[in-house]
């Protein structure tokens, strides 16, 4: 019997939030379980525990890790000692993150997988579950992946838990978002292909021109106006120096003097416009009117 009702969904209200790096971690693991498996045999179906953080109502999952686990005639049995040890080391390296569920690769809920999920309420009193379908489906236009909590629902008049799903949302970071892309560049060999380098270098390409065609663009509309009357060519005045000598120890600070007397003229030709600038070491700019 398969211990889920499909046809309603979570009213616990809370918002679930899944990382791209899970479903990778996911299926990275059936992936090398399936591999390394014998020609011709079944699939196999992989366990793990779900790592994140509950803000309010707000779930974030943010990464996972593998569960071991053992075949019985009454479903599977997790390795208690393995997943310990397991928390203990993500608890050293990620301390805001708990165990906030399980996953587990499969078609559809089945009975066994409500036994696992008691087993994971020792770790989390209220855990979500994560169910990844590996067999493709042509017909399915969204991910292969849904959320489950569990509910207390009237069977034929006897109350059972069951499975409800919930909804959720993907959320990326900056450097997910990069890791997953090139991900999605890797070919099976583990390189990518020549047309994904060449995509990649003409984009950084025409990115380096656009920039230099508004460098350009700036310039050019500077001048014009100077060309105008309305500015003046950019004047730049050294007035003094203190300790600006070469010997001794003014040698240092003449040195630093000049450095920033460079960076302030740098500086300078990004801006369409100046007045009096002045420095600790009376370095002047002016693009309207010279210093008074």
């Known amino acids: 019997m398969v211990n889920a009702d499909e046809g309603k969904h979570s009213s616990s209200g809370l918002e679930f939030k899944l990382h791209p790096l899970v479903l990778i971690n996911v299926s ?66 990620f301390p805001k993150q708990d165990i906030v569920g399980w996953y587990c690769t499969g078609r559809q809920v089945e009975e066994r997988h409500l036994a696992v999920h008691r087993q994971v309420l020792q770790f989390n009193e209220s855990p979500v579950f994560l169910l990844l ?54 070919l099976p060999s583990g390189k990518a292909s020549g047309s994904e380098q060449l995509n990649a270098h003409l984009a950084g ?45 003014g040698k240092g600070r003449y040195t630093y003097a000049v450095d920033a007397y460079r960076g302030v003229y740098c500086a300078a030709s990004t801006v369409a416009r100046w007045e009096t600038y002045y420095s600790k070491y009376d370095v002047y700019l002016w693009a309207v009117s010279p210093p008074r």
């Not at 996972?64 to 000692?81: C, L, N, R, V």
């Not at 909804?167 to 892309?181: F, K, L, P, Q, W």
């Not at 500077?222 to 300790?243: D, F, K, M, R, Y």
Request: negative net charge.
């Open 28 to 93: 990275d693991h059936f992936t090398r379980l399936k591999a390394n498996g014998p020609a011709g045999a079944q699939p196999p179906m992989v366990m793990g525990c779900l790592l994140g953080s509950q803000d309010g109502r707000t779930v974030d999952v943010s990464n996972s890790f593998e569960m071991k686990y053992t075949t019985a005639d009454d479903g599977w049995q997790i390795d208690h000692p393995f997943l310990l040890k397991k928390q203990e080391q993500y608890k050293t390296v």
């Open 205 to 249: 390409l025409h990115s380096a021109i656009k920039m230099l065609s508004g460098k350009l663009g700036a310039i050019q509309q500077h001048l014009e106006l100077v060309a105008q009357g309305e500015l003046t060519i950019w004047g730049l005045g050294w007035w003094s120096c203190p300790n600006s000598t070469w010997d001794g120890s």
């Open 133 to 186: 379908n590996p067999f493709i489906d042509h017909a399915r236009k969204d991910l292969p992946v849904d959320v489950y909590e569990t509910e207390l629902h009237a069977v034929d008049g006897v109350p059972q838990t069951v499975f409800v799903k919930a909804n959720y949302s993907m959320e990326t970071s900056d450097a997910e978002r990069i890791g997953v892309d090139q991900v999605a560049k890797i």
